[in-house]
């Protein structure tokens, strides 16, 4: 089985996975003039963002952003039923 590797900050993700700051993140930067704040490890307190634009690692090469989507001052939460 291989071993998960997940970065700890934002440049050592990017050295790692060349396509995440190379491709993604060059064109986020340049649609929405800003960079997404990179989480290494999500946790209960994100809930207290009103706005929300997070990149976090699930293990090297896969990241997940949570992003407003076209800029909405806010963020709607979903829950299962």
Request: proline share 10%; net charge negative.
């Amino acid at each position: 089985m291989a071993e998960t590797v997940v970065s700890d900050t934002l440049e050592v993700a990017i050295s790692r996975n060349p396509h995440l700051g190379g491709e993604y993140l060059s064109r986020y930067r340049m649609e929405r003039q800003r960079t997404p704040t990179f989480v290494p490890v999500p946790t209960s307190q994100l809930k207290e963002l009103t706005v929300i634009d997070i990149i976090y690692p699930v293990g090297d090469p896969i990241f997940i952003h949570v992003h407003p989507e076209n800029d909405a001052s806010s963020t709607r939460r979903w829950s299962p039923q």
